[in-house]
């Protein structure tokens, strides 16, 4: 029932883009079709004598066509390839469309008001590296430039070919090279090469997980916008949690892997506002992640491990790549808990704070080469009376984000904690003194934001170059002074130093955020941490905004000021509304911050962006 529900809904979607759908069980000639039943009537031997000598033109199979041979026409596979066992890939003629451009055009507007996704797929300038969509039907070429090509044109129209696991083959690659080029954006570390190793037909080692490769298609869907895709995200999430069970029961699991799928699934979740889910999903994963001790990995060097304990859950890394993904997968699971804790107001897993002691990330090249272009550290490093330099030499940019989410997260777990009564005692002067100071170093010691790299790791956007991984550190690290600020809010809630100082970060934060608006990058390709970051700014700037309106304009340079942030707070909100859709959240938090600034109460602002509640 959940297979033809899910059928009849993709189908609507097809009838959507203007994909010609058949929904008759018989072929071209009128005979049955071919598939995994009628294949069992037909004889192999027999299949090419029954092969007319004339085919109409342009019906031919692209396998057929390319080697100039005879073919039947049949589909899903004609029988020349199901004789010579090899896929059987046709290409439909394109139907005529009404006015497209037309179309398209007007289904814009309605689609921005709604808050969700055009429905028609759309190619914008984060999608050329994994190939374009020819038309808003569903038939897609996959770029030339994915380690894993392609043959011919992907047609998702092709057949009900969602209820298969594993899918066809050229949509399986299709999707996973969407997944593989995508994969800084959820912080996905691993091997590439090893990885389309072990799904060559000819490998004879062991495979990827069916957990992990069903959650590479769950995020393939989810970050392709292709309505067609978007459908079937229901599917594969039900389908990679299954696996996910199932694989728990079996003793050879891949650990690493199944860490993996369960990362993917938080990610999945946290750009669909499903914050709650995303915080049970990562309970399991850091407890087998403590079993599997990659919580105290102390060396990026494979010949200095130490031994593992005789409970662990997993053998000790076969290589540096082995051990590189595991400290790789232990950070993306680290990265997504505190940045889950941030935005829902949670506190963080504390197996985290109290017991990490695995050594910041690196490249999959440094652990494939041995080439450490930094010494090995880990959180403590950032607490120490003389902090360690958190960029230098150059590390890799997604250390750095690490290292930044958490100081970051320690900063909110004590702001958090700290009672008016507490705040008038000296432990905690001294605390804040610390905290105060670790953060100043960290940021002073930051890359300039226009931080050209020599790592594969980097995004850089030239006119204005503009380095997407150092503004979104010098953001986080404005974000902690905001939030160490935020704690003298209980004594002192529109005078004073602190607040003059959270203002000047929130202002700074700001402006940043205009400059990465003006450089034309895709808002879709920043993290999850930026929803809490914009809305820790914008809070600031309207409660200050709220108070020169409310205590009047008393000289020039507090009516210039008002104009200023009224016109950045604006920036803001149009920036963040076109993709709302891809954290629902949002849309929330923007019409709470417009209705104080309407005049609502102050009481009724969400103090965090992740609860509908407040």
Known sequence: MEDQEQTEQVRGNFADAGVPTDDSDSGMDGEPRAGPSASKHRNPSNAHNRIPKTLGKGRACVKCRSRKTRCDGKQPSCSTCLRLKRECVYTEKKPRRRAPVKVANESIPQNLDNGGRSAHPTTTSDDRGRGELENSESTIVASPLLHESVDGPVDLAAGEWWIQDPPPRPIQRYL?????????RFSLYIHVGRFWESMSPLYKGPRPTPGFLNAMYLIACNVSLNPVLLALEPKYLARTRAFQAEALANQSTDMIQWLQASCLIVFYLCRTSRFLEARQELAGAIHIMRLCGLHKIKSSDWNTQEPLPHNCLISPAKDNIELGERICVFWMAYQFDHMCSLISGLPPDHYFEAETETVWPRSIEEYEHGLWTTPDASVASLFEPEPAHPFDPPCMMY?????????????????????????R??????????????????????????????????????????????????????????????????????????????????????????????????????????????????????????????????????????????????????????????????????????????????EDLATHVGSSSF
């Open 176 to 184: 996973l090279n969407i997944c593989i080029e995508e994969r800084t």
């Open 399 to 423: 250390a750095l984000r690490c290292k930044a989410v958490a100081l970051l997260t320690r900063v909110a777990v004590f702001a958090t904690s700290c009672s008016p009564a507490y705040i």
């Open 425 to 602: 005692t000296s432990e905690f002067n001294e605390r804040f003194r610390y905290y105060q100071e670790m953060v100043g170093a960290f940021m002073e010691r930051l890359p300039p934001n226009t931080y050209d790299p020599s790592t594969m790791e980097i995004e850089v956007f030239p006119t204005p170059q503009v380095n997407v991984s150092v503004i979104l550190a010098h953001r986080i690290a404005m974000g902690t002074f905001i939030q160490l600020y935020n704690i003298m809010g209980l004594t002192s809630k529109s005078s004073g130093p602190f607040y003059d100082r959270r203002l000047t970060m929130a202002k700074r934060s700001m402006q940043l955020m205009i400059a990465f608006i003006k450089s034309k990058i895709a808002l879709k390709s920043t993290p999850i941490a930026c929803a809490y970051l914009w809305f820790s700014e914008a809070r600031v700037i309207a409660q200050h905004v709220r108070k020169l309106q409310t205590h009047g304009t008393n000289t020039p340079a507090d009516a210039i000021e008002l104009e200023e942030l009224q016109a950045a707070l604006q920036a803001l909100f149009n920036a963040m509304i076109p993709v709302r859709h891809l954290l629902p959240v949002i849309s929330l938090q923007i019409q709470r911050l417009q209705d104080f600034l309407d005049g609502g109460q102050e």
